[in-house]
């Protein structure tokens, strides 16, 4: 065993004084030769060491310098100054690792921006801002595992590589061990894939719900939670190209238990993390609102982090039908004002610039918005009656836009294959998926959340960047 240390928020938790404790951390500051701020990433709050005046050698003081990994032992006694009730007075002070200070890319004096922070983001956690980031978005994970474990959901492992180019949710990224040269050709010339390594054409995933269905029309419910890849070239502050999904399926549910699933499970998390890491949150809630005071008044949210979180906690989500979305556009003053820079009219893709409408000027709140177009959305989704829309829901959230896309799935073999006709999705490929509505299919619904859109939410930061610890964007794949 290396050493029994104490991790600095249960140490500042305690309050206790009296006893000798071991912390390891990095130097945040070392003021006047005498205190010592350590953080050890369990929270952004820092112990100050005190070393007492004369009892450390000069040279060893020197070393002290910003991220240089300390282990400090001593007694926990009660704090003189103020920002903090107990200190430790330093009794043995061992220098793990040296941390040479012209050259320590992250001089905390001058706040780094955002975008410089991105360039150093192996370094970047050692930073307030992100450590709250990411215990918030761990926190956020485990709240998912535990709401499905509670409600009885199987936590299914859906294939990372995947044979099935049919669901359409996305450009894809190819998988193959073929060469570049001399790359293998039919007659035709086209690449024979069956030399490839698992003798057909593969790609990484955008969605594991195909094979999340199968799943919920065993175990009744399930959920996925895993990687996703789609190489679309869109460089926005909401797409990466590998983010996190989670996606829920449920047999024997509709469109609304499918809404009600969607909204119990969104509060669940943000209430979890509101229990668990309310300091980190009041942390990422100062942190917006000096963001919010560089912007104009006009574009200056009206709430603030936390405020925000409790409104979506203890508010309804709106639920409209996207005919009367697309009413409440043409109606908007906005619209009037030609402020729109895309069309509006029944049928359309609606624009982040709608949904932002409708979320932050029009209900200032998340809004379900059901019953699409079928020929805007998936193969999968359920029609409904009236033949031109299906049982679809996007969640919108203030923000963000988009942050959750589901449907109640087409059950029905003789729908389903009749859709997947007209839009040119191979059924031969897919017959695996068939299957389900051939022997025994059910009703049934689920979602896909974007894990990194959620964590955005949560934190109050505003590019998706910001929220995963190594974005992986158009000519971005560093670290
Ligand atoms: P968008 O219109 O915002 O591109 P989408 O319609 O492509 O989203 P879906 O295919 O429904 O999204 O995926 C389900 C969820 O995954 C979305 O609601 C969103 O939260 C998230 N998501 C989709 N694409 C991305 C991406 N490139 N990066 C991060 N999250 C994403
Ligand atoms: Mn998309």
């Known amino acids: 065993m290396f050493n029994k240390r104490i991790k600095v928020k249960q140490l500042l938790a305690s309050e206790q004084t009296g006893h000798e404790v071991t912390v390891m951390g990095w130097v945040r500051t070392f003021r006047n030769n005498q205190f010592l701020a350590v953080n050890d990433g369990s929270t952004n709050n820092n112990i100050q060491i005190v070393l007492e005046l004369g009892q450390f050698d000069d040279a060893l003081l020197k070393r002290l310098t910003t991220s240089a990994s300390v282990k400090v032992t001593g007694e926990v006694v009660p704090s003189m100054g103020k920002g903090q009730k107990i200190e430790i007075k330093a009794k043995t002070l061992e220098i793990l690792g040296d941390s040479d200070a012209e050259k320590y890319p992250l001089q905390l004096k001058n706040r780094p921006s955002l975008e410089y922070l991105r360039e150093i983001a192996h370094m970047r956690f050692r930073t307030n801002t992100f450590g709250a980031v990411f215990r918030v978005r761990h926190s956020l994970a485990f709240a998912i595992h535990k709401f499905f474990n509670e409600k009885g959901f199987v936590y299914l492992h859906t294939p990372i590589i995947t044979a099935s180019d049919a669901e359409g949710a996305g450009e894809m990224f190819r998988v193959t061990s073929l060469p570049f040269d001399g790359t293998p050709r039919n007659e035709d010339g086209s690449v024979n894939f069956k030399e490839d390594f698992f003798g057909k054409s593969t790609n990484l995933t955008v969605s594991g719900q195909l094979e999340g269905e199968l799943g919920a029309t065993a175990f009744g419910e399930i959920y996925t939670f895993g990687p996703t890849f789609r190489a679309e070239n869109s460089n926005t502050a909401r797409h990466l190209a590998e983010f996190w999904m989670i996606e829920p399926e449920m047999a024997f549910s509709d469109l609304e238990d499918n809404m009600n699933l969607a909204e119990e499970f969104i509060k669940y998390i943000i209430q979890h993390a509101m229990d668990n890491n309310r300091e980190d949150l009041e942390f990422l809630a100062q942190r917006l609102a000096e963001e919010e005071k560089q912007k104009p008044q006009a574009e200056r949210s009206e709430m603030g982090l936390i405020e925000k979180l409790e409104f979506v906690l203890n508010n ?164």
């Open 316 to 479: 309804n989500f709106e639920r409209i039908t996207y005919t009367e979305a697309i009413d409440i556009l043409l109606q908007s003053p906005a619209y009037k004002k030609k402020k729109f820079q895309y069309e509006v009219k029944w049928g359309i893709d609606m624009q982040s610039e709608h949904e932002r409408y409708l979320v932050e000027k029009h209900f200032k709140k998340p809004v379900i918005v059901t019953n699409y177009p079928k020929d805007i959305k998936a193969f999968y989704m359920r029609l409904n009656e009236d033949g031109k829309t299906v049982a679809a829901m996007d969640i919108l959230a203030p923000g963000i836009g988009e942050i959750v896309g589901g449907s109640q799935r087409e059950e029905r073999l003789e729908n389903l294959e009749a859709r997947m006709k007209e839009m040119h999705v191979p059924a031969d490929e897919l017959w695996w998926y068939l299957d389900t509505r051939r022997f025994g299919t059910v009703p049934h619904a689920g979602f896909g959340l974007g894990f990194e859109r959620m964590v955005l939410f949560v934190t109050g930061m505003t590019n998706i960047r910001d929220v995963i610890a190594f974005p992986r964007t158009p000519k971005t794949a560093e670290f």
